[in-house]
């Protein structure tokens, strides 16, 4: 079984969109973990977080989705490299560096690029995302150079029905 950790948004519990249709889209041969990381408060995300990441084996796949996935990368760029995941998955990331929302408390730290340069990261992003605006996948994805990105038809904020991808880069990770 390959070993997936899911950080969900802000707002939302393990059992909400998109958590339940990824799921399905991946089938059989994932465990998922999916802790619920209470209000979206950047102190407390970041301890839970960490601790999360420093205990997780070094084959597992991360996903968030909003600012679950932004947070994610976040304490990995923070950790270095102490966590050693295969990859992450942001789905409708935020971005926090005042190109796209300004919140320092959220916000990637100067270092990022070369923290996570080695990582394989993956960063969806649907064009008709109600919450997160499109132009966040532009902005992150010149903040990580070393980051794929793919700009989806559809699917909003939750990328409903348009999940398919994501399964597929997981499974190439």
């Known amino acids: 079984m390959t070993p997936v950790f899911f950080a969900h948004g802000a707002g939302a519990?393990?059992?909400?969109?998109?958590?339940?249709e990824l799921t399905a889209a991946l089938g059989n041969g994932y465990a998922i973990t999916a802790?619920?990381?209470?209000d979206p408060d950047p102190a407390h995300w970041s301890r839970r977080l960490k601790a999360a990441l420093t205990d997780l084996p070094p084959s597992t796949i991360?996903?968030?989705?909003s600012l679950g996935a932004s947070h994610l990368l976040k304490c990995l760029a923070e950790l270095g490299p102490m966590v050693a995941p295969r990859?992450?998955?942001g789905l409708a990331c935020p971005d926090w560096s005042g190109a796209g929302w300004d919140a320092s408390g959220y916000a990637l730290p100067d270092w990022a690029p070369e923290a996570l340069a080695r990582l394989p990261i993956r960063l969806f992003h649907a064009r008709d995302d109600e919450v997160v605006p499109f132009a966040h996948l532009a902005a992150l994805g010149a903040a990580l150079p070393n980051a794929r990105c793919y700009p989806l038809p559809s699917g909003g904020h939750a990328l409903t029905g348009a999940l398919s991808p994501v399964a597929v880069a997981i499974a190439e990770l």
């Open 13 to 20: 519990t393990p059992a909400d969109a998109p958590l339940p």
């Open 35 to 38: 802790p619920s990381l209470g």
């Open 62 to 65: 991360l996903v968030g989705h």
């Open 87 to 89: 990859g992450m998955i």
